[in-house]
């Protein structure tokens, strides 16, 4: 295995000469356990810690290191590293954190493709899959539907499945799949080539950890078995993990995500909904909400059947979400700003 195997490149080992970190050596996190890191070298598998200094600086959670950075390292024993610097990163994936108003959680980094898995079965929803449609338009990643455990269904109803996310979701690529029969693998795994990294979205239970079993030929992650109540395989995965696949690509496992809150995501949002935003520029006013206003271009599409109802629903809700985000962050910097007057002035009071 080479460093390139991993996903590395000029790019990145130009800003490690410029940056002179070249007394150091070059490790993929792959794996994070609150702070506590596997770094993964073309060598072996390390376990990995931040220097003082790196968290020391860090202004914010993002400025630590995530699954799929790449790292500068030292090793300091047999099977440990210190991890001194982060490199830049090249898309990183991310969401509203779950809890924590203002805040965002990174799902992966330098991510090439994101597969967007959801199951046919009961919890088939297209505006979960807009959802996650929008982290990767929103990080520039390249999504791709994976629709999952086929073999639940006839031909005839999987064709209604993929009519109906075609009639809302245009020109992205979806590859019907079953975990059980692996119909539909070798399609997939034609598209997963050496030295990319493809990161699996999706809800507990739509069988990401099988897939991922499936196409390694190994038991690599856990599953639980069908619950016979659900039709669901249990996801038992609790953290993100970086896998390299013999002769094929880079995949990031991540757990199953209950909550897809939607962040600062304007650009995400005028891609996935691009047919509302176009419609959009015709309406009478220019900051139209789209919601009660006369002559809005938007309603009227929505009224004759040219925008799907539930989608353009599915577009209110998570630009409301992204209004919310955006304002708890300006207020968040509005306190700090006036907190830090306070001291100013303070300080300036005392000295008189």
Known sequence: MTLEDLGYNLELENYRKDQNLECFGVGRVI?????????KTPEKEYEGEIVGNLRFTAQNRSDFPAVGDWVAISE???????????FPRKTI??????????????????????????????DFNINRIERYLTLC???KVKP????????????????????????????????????ESQKGFEKFKTIIEKGNTYCLLGSSGVGKSTLLNNLSGKQLMKTNTISASTNKGRHVTSHRELLVLENSGILIDNPGMREV???????????????????????????????????????????????????????????????????????ARKKDKDFGKMIKNYKKSNKD
Request: aromatic share 6%; hydrophobic share 35%.
């Open 76 to 86: 300091y024993d047999n099977n440990k590293v210190l991890i001194h610097s982060v």
């Open 261 to 331: 809150g939607i962040a600062d995501s304007k650009d995400g949002l005028e891609i996935t909904f691009n047919a509302i935003i176009e419609l959009s520029k015709d309406c009478k006013f220019k900051d139209c909400t789209h919601t009660t206003e006369v002559d809005c271009a938007v309603l009227k599409a929505v009224e004759s059947g040219e925008i799907d109802k539930s989608s353009y629903e599915n577009f209110l809700k998570m630009e409301r979400e992204k209004e919310h985000f955006e304002s708890t962050i300006a207020e």
């Open 137 to 139: 338009n929103t990080s």
């Open 93 to 122: 994936i991310e969401r509203q954190a779950v809890g924590k108003q203002g805040e965002k959680q990174i799902i992966a980094t330098n991510i090439d493709y994101a597969f967007i898995v959801q199951a046919v079965d009961r």
């Open 31 to 39: 794996s994070e356990h609150k702070e506590r890191y596997v770094v």
């Open 144 to 179: 791709i539907i994976i629709l999952n455990k086929i073999d639940l269904i006839n031909d005839s109803k999987l064709s209604e499945l993929v009519s109906k996310i075609q009639e809302r979701i245009k020109q992205v690529l979806i590859i019907p799949i079953s975990n």
